[in-house]
Protein backbone atom coordinates (compact mmCIF):
# COMPACT_ATOMS: atom_id res chain seq x y z
CA UNK A 1 0.00 0.00 0.00
CA UNK A 2 1.56 3.17 -1.00
CA UNK A 3 0.13 5.61 1.79
CA UNK A 4 1.45 8.45 -0.80
CA UNK A 5 2.69 10.85 2.06
CA UNK A 6 5.51 12.86 0.55
CA UNK A 7 8.45 12.06 2.31
CA UNK A 8 10.16 15.58 1.76
CA UNK A 9 13.67 15.23 2.09
CA UNK A 10 15.52 18.13 3.71
CA UNK A 11 19.10 19.46 2.98
CA UNK A 12 20.10 21.39 6.17
CA UNK A 13 23.69 22.61 6.98
CA UNK A 14 24.53 22.30 10.42
CA UNK A 15 24.66 25.25 13.32
CA UNK A 16 22.53 27.45 10.72
CA UNK A 17 25.45 28.45 8.35
CA UNK A 18 24.25 30.76 5.26
CA UNK A 19 23.21 28.57 2.55
CA UNK A 20 24.58 31.12 -0.15
CA UNK A 21 27.61 31.13 1.69
CA UNK A 22 28.84 27.58 0.52
CA UNK A 23 30.34 28.22 -2.31
CA UNK A 24 32.88 30.15 -0.20
CA UNK A 25 33.71 27.31 2.47
CA UNK A 26 37.29 27.13 2.86
CA UNK A 27 36.91 23.10 3.58
CA UNK A 28 39.74 20.86 5.04
CA UNK A 29 41.56 19.00 2.27
CA UNK A 30 39.17 20.83 0.33
CA UNK A 31 36.00 18.45 1.06
CA UNK A 32 32.41 19.03 1.81
CA UNK A 33 30.65 16.04 3.34
CA UNK A 34 26.77 15.12 2.93
CA UNK A 35 26.14 13.19 6.06
CA UNK A 36 23.31 10.33 5.46
CA UNK A 37 22.00 9.08 8.91
CA UNK A 38 20.71 6.00 7.04
CA UNK A 39 22.45 3.07 5.62
CA UNK A 40 23.51 3.11 1.95
CA UNK A 41 20.76 1.81 -0.89
CA UNK A 42 18.17 3.62 0.75
CA UNK A 43 16.42 6.74 -0.31
CA UNK A 44 18.28 9.35 1.17
CA UNK A 45 21.68 7.69 0.00
CA UNK A 46 20.27 7.67 -3.67
CA UNK A 47 19.48 11.41 -3.12
CA UNK A 48 22.79 12.79 -1.83
CA UNK A 49 24.65 11.12 -4.44
CA UNK A 50 22.48 12.34 -7.01
CA UNK A 51 23.55 16.23 -5.00
CA UNK A 52 27.02 15.37 -4.62
CA UNK A 53 27.79 14.97 -7.82
CA UNK A 54 26.04 18.24 -8.68
CA UNK A 55 27.15 20.09 -6.13
CA UNK A 56 30.53 19.57 -6.57
CA UNK A 57 31.09 21.10 -9.82
CA UNK A 58 28.73 23.75 -8.53
CA UNK A 59 31.03 24.51 -5.79
CA UNK A 60 34.28 23.71 -7.40
CA UNK A 61 35.26 21.45 -4.68
CA UNK A 62 35.39 17.77 -3.76
CA UNK A 63 31.52 16.37 -2.20
CA UNK A 64 31.56 13.01 -0.56
CA UNK A 65 28.48 11.19 1.17
CA UNK A 66 29.08 9.33 4.57
CA UNK A 67 26.35 7.31 6.21
CA UNK A 68 26.34 7.38 9.84
CA UNK A 69 23.06 5.57 10.30
CA UNK A 70 21.43 4.25 13.86
CA UNK A 71 18.71 5.67 16.30
CA UNK A 72 16.27 6.58 13.64
CA UNK A 73 18.40 8.94 11.87
CA UNK A 74 19.39 10.51 15.21
CA UNK A 75 23.04 9.62 15.34
CA UNK A 76 24.00 11.19 11.98
CA UNK A 77 21.72 13.89 13.00
CA UNK A 78 23.76 14.32 16.18
CA UNK A 79 27.12 13.84 14.46
CA UNK A 80 26.33 17.19 11.92
CA UNK A 81 25.18 19.18 15.15
CA UNK A 82 28.11 18.76 16.70
CA UNK A 83 30.24 20.14 13.34
CA UNK A 84 31.36 23.39 13.26
CA UNK A 85 28.99 25.57 11.04
CA UNK A 86 31.86 26.50 8.45
CA UNK A 87 29.37 24.94 5.77
CA UNK A 88 31.50 21.95 5.34
CA UNK A 89 29.15 19.13 6.39
CA UNK A 90 25.60 18.95 5.25
CA UNK A 91 23.13 16.94 6.64
CA UNK A 92 20.64 14.98 4.42
CA UNK A 93 17.49 14.63 6.79
CA UNK A 94 14.62 12.73 5.94
CA UNK A 95 11.09 12.13 7.85
CA UNK A 96 12.61 11.14 11.32
CA UNK A 97 14.06 14.77 11.24
CA UNK A 98 10.58 16.33 12.36
CA UNK A 99 10.23 13.05 14.60
CA UNK A 100 12.69 12.71 16.23
CA UNK A 101 12.65 15.91 18.79
CA UNK A 102 9.17 14.25 19.85
CA UNK A 103 10.30 10.64 19.94
CA UNK A 104 13.48 10.84 21.81
CA UNK A 105 15.85 13.02 24.27
CA UNK A 106 18.05 14.73 21.72
CA UNK A 107 21.45 16.22 23.02
CA UNK A 108 20.83 19.25 21.09
CA UNK A 109 17.46 21.43 19.57
CA UNK A 110 16.53 20.61 16.03
CA UNK A 111 15.35 24.45 15.96
CA UNK A 112 18.44 25.80 16.42
CA UNK A 113 21.14 23.43 15.53
CA UNK A 114 20.11 23.18 11.80
CA UNK A 115 19.41 25.95 9.44
CA UNK A 116 17.12 24.53 6.31
CA UNK A 117 18.45 24.99 2.96
CA UNK A 118 16.53 23.60 0.19
CA UNK A 119 13.74 20.31 0.05
CA UNK A 120 15.41 18.65 -3.14
CA UNK A 121 12.55 15.58 -3.58
CA UNK A 122 9.57 13.91 -2.83
CA UNK A 123 9.38 10.07 -2.58
CA UNK A 124 6.56 7.42 -2.78
CA UNK A 125 5.69 5.04 0.17
CA UNK A 126 4.63 1.17 -0.50
CA UNK A 127 3.66 -1.52 1.42
CA UNK A 128 5.60 -4.35 0.00
CA UNK A 129 4.96 -8.02 0.51
CA UNK A 130 7.06 -11.22 -0.19
CA UNK A 131 4.88 -13.12 -2.90
CA UNK A 132 4.91 -16.41 -0.92
CA UNK A 133 2.28 -14.55 1.77
CA UNK A 134 -1.53 -15.97 1.29
CA UNK A 135 -2.71 -12.14 0.59
CA UNK A 136 -2.58 -10.50 -2.29
CA UNK A 137 -5.19 -7.75 -1.35
CA UNK A 138 -5.19 -4.81 1.02
CA UNK A 139 -8.13 -6.13 2.30
CA UNK A 140 -6.92 -9.61 2.51
CA UNK A 141 -3.83 -8.37 4.52
CA UNK A 142 -6.46 -6.98 6.41
CA UNK A 143 -8.49 -9.90 6.84
CA UNK A 144 -5.24 -11.94 8.08
CA UNK A 145 -4.07 -9.20 10.73
CA UNK A 146 -7.40 -9.31 12.57
CA UNK A 147 -7.40 -13.40 12.18
CA UNK A 148 -4.24 -13.18 14.49
CA UNK A 149 -3.65 -9.58 16.53
CA UNK A 150 -0.07 -8.93 16.47
CA UNK A 151 1.27 -11.46 14.66
CA UNK A 152 2.00 -9.91 11.62
CA UNK A 153 5.17 -8.34 11.14
CA UNK A 154 6.31 -6.04 8.68
CA UNK A 155 9.41 -3.96 8.38
CA UNK A 156 10.38 -0.40 8.11
CA UNK A 157 13.22 1.71 7.91
CA UNK A 158 13.06 2.65 11.77
CA UNK A 159 10.81 3.43 14.94
CA UNK A 160 9.05 6.90 14.07
CA UNK A 161 9.20 7.22 10.45
CA UNK A 162 6.78 8.01 7.89
CA UNK A 163 6.24 4.41 7.24
CA UNK A 164 5.90 3.18 10.60
CA UNK A 165 3.69 6.46 11.53
CA UNK A 166 1.71 5.78 8.61
CA UNK A 167 0.99 2.09 9.23
CA UNK A 168 0.44 2.93 13.07
CA UNK A 169 -2.80 5.17 11.35
CA UNK A 170 -4.01 2.57 9.36
CA UNK A 171 -3.73 -0.04 12.51
CA UNK A 172 -6.57 2.62 14.07
CA UNK A 173 -8.37 3.24 10.96
CA UNK A 174 -9.28 -0.86 10.36
CA UNK A 175 -8.93 -1.89 14.04
CA UNK A 176 -5.75 -4.39 13.91
CA UNK A 177 -2.66 -4.71 15.41
CA UNK A 178 0.11 -5.20 13.54
CA UNK A 179 4.51 -5.51 14.61
CA UNK A 180 6.83 -3.18 13.93
CA UNK A 181 10.42 -5.03 13.24
CA UNK A 182 12.39 -1.78 12.79
CA UNK A 183 15.25 -1.46 10.64
CA UNK A 184 18.56 1.08 10.42
CA UNK A 185 16.99 2.08 7.24
CA UNK A 186 14.89 1.09 4.66
CA UNK A 187 17.64 -1.15 2.63
CA UNK A 188 18.19 -3.54 5.28
CA UNK A 189 14.48 -3.53 5.43
CA UNK A 190 13.54 -4.58 1.98
CA UNK A 191 16.53 -6.89 1.82
CA UNK A 192 15.21 -9.04 5.25
CA UNK A 193 11.91 -9.22 3.06
CA UNK A 194 13.12 -10.57 0.01
CA UNK A 195 14.80 -13.17 2.00
CA UNK A 196 11.92 -14.03 3.31
CA UNK A 197 12.70 -12.80 7.27
CA UNK A 198 9.95 -10.55 7.72
CA UNK A 199 6.65 -11.49 6.01
CA UNK A 200 6.31 -7.76 4.14
CA UNK A 201 7.61 -3.52 4.49
CA UNK A 202 6.72 -0.31 4.61
CA UNK A 203 8.46 2.33 3.31
CA UNK A 204 10.06 4.07 0.12
CA UNK A 205 9.81 2.20 -3.26
CA UNK A 206 13.27 3.37 -3.77
CA UNK A 207 14.81 0.32 -2.15
CA UNK A 208 11.69 -2.23 -3.58
CA UNK A 209 12.52 -0.92 -7.31
CA UNK A 210 16.04 -1.85 -6.76
CA UNK A 211 14.95 -5.15 -4.77
CA UNK A 212 13.00 -5.54 -8.02
CA UNK A 213 15.23 -4.70 -10.71
CA UNK A 214 17.57 -7.03 -8.96
CA UNK A 215 15.62 -10.19 -9.09
CA UNK A 216 13.79 -9.26 -12.90
CA UNK A 217 15.74 -12.80 -14.08
CA UNK A 218 14.19 -14.49 -11.62
CA UNK A 219 10.80 -16.51 -12.73
CA UNK A 220 9.31 -15.92 -9.17
CA UNK A 221 10.13 -12.53 -8.39
CA UNK A 222 10.46 -11.85 -4.42
CA UNK A 223 7.86 -8.77 -3.66
CA UNK A 224 3.97 -8.19 -4.23
CA UNK A 225 3.78 -4.65 -4.02
CA UNK A 226 0.62 -2.08 -3.28
CA UNK A 227 0.73 1.85 -4.49
CA UNK A 228 -1.62 5.13 -5.04
CA UNK A 229 -0.58 7.89 -7.03
CA UNK A 230 3.11 8.61 -7.47
CA UNK A 231 3.89 5.55 -8.69
CA UNK A 232 6.78 5.07 -11.39
CA UNK A 233 5.19 4.08 -14.36
CA UNK A 234 8.16 4.46 -16.69
CA UNK A 235 10.03 1.46 -14.40
CA UNK A 236 6.41 -0.15 -14.09
CA UNK A 237 4.02 0.24 -16.67
CA UNK A 238 2.37 -2.87 -16.21
CA UNK A 239 2.07 -5.13 -13.08
CA UNK A 240 0.57 -7.71 -15.28
CA UNK A 241 4.50 -8.09 -16.89
CA UNK A 242 5.69 -9.23 -13.69
CA UNK A 243 4.88 -13.05 -13.03
CA UNK A 244 4.78 -12.73 -9.34
CA UNK A 245 4.18 -8.66 -9.10
CA UNK A 246 1.14 -7.15 -8.43
CA UNK A 247 -0.58 -3.62 -7.61
CA UNK A 248 -3.00 -3.88 -4.90
CA UNK A 249 -5.87 -1.71 -4.76
CA UNK A 250 -5.79 0.34 -1.96
CA UNK A 251 -8.97 1.95 -0.20
CA UNK A 252 -9.60 5.60 -0.77
CA UNK A 253 -9.69 6.39 2.22
CA UNK A 254 -5.64 5.64 2.38
CA UNK A 255 -5.13 7.78 -0.53
CA UNK A 256 -3.40 11.36 0.44
Not at 169 to 181: A, K, S, T
Request: glycine share 8%; net charge positive; aromatic share 6%.
Amino acid sequence: MCTALRAAILAALALAFPGEALAQAVCPENVIRIIVPFPPGGPTDVAARVLAEKLKDRVGQNVIVESKAGAGGATGTGYVAQQPGNGCTLLLAYDTHAVNPVLLQLPFDTLTAFKPVVMIGTIPNIIGAHPAQPYKTFAEMVAEAKREPDRLAYATGGTGTVAHLSMKQIEQQYGMQLRNVPYRGGAPAAADVVAGHVPMMVGSIVPVVRSIHQYRPVKRLPMMLSCTHGWPSSSFPSAARHASFALVPVPQGERS
